[in-house]
């Protein structure tokens, strides 16, 4: 099974940009569909963007959609979420998520799971 790390959380201003990384091992991240969900405190964890496993399908939450941008490099085994004009309510933690058979918006089809990245933006 695969296994994913993600970095490039931080604490940022307004205004900002962000990368975020989702490093995979254990199996070729070719052979998943990719997504990120983001989840606030006290809420339940929503869908952010998908990509499918040659990257030539993506799916954005209306919430980000324009500012939000997922690509993958499968030769790095690694998928990108870069975050523009980040607002405070993007604060939240961001994980990914691998599917061997999906890449779309529902958390529950997504086997493997990062730990996350906290991403607090302040107004």
């Known amino acids: 099974q695969v296994q994913l790390v993600e970095s490039g959380g931080g604490l940022v201003q307004a205004g900002d940009s962000l990368r975020l990384s989702c490093a995979a091992s254990g199996r070729a991240l070719s052979r998943y569909g990719m997504g990120w969900f983001r989840q606030a405190p006290g809420l339940e964890r929503e869908f952010v963007a998908a990509i499918a496993w040659s990257g030539d399908g993506t799916a954005y939450a209306d919430s980000v959609k324009g500012r939000v941008t997922i690509s993958r490099d499968n030769a790095a085994n690694t998928v990108y979420l870069q975050i523009n004009s980040l607002k405070p309510e993007d604060t939240a933690v961001y994980y990914c998520?691998?599917?061997?058979?999906?890449?779309?918006?529902?958390?529950?089809?997504?086997?493997?799971w990062g730990r996350g990245t906290q991403v607090t933006v302040s107004s």
């Open positions: 998520a691998a599917s061997s058979y999906y890449s779309g918006t529902n958390r529950n089809l997504y086997a493997y």
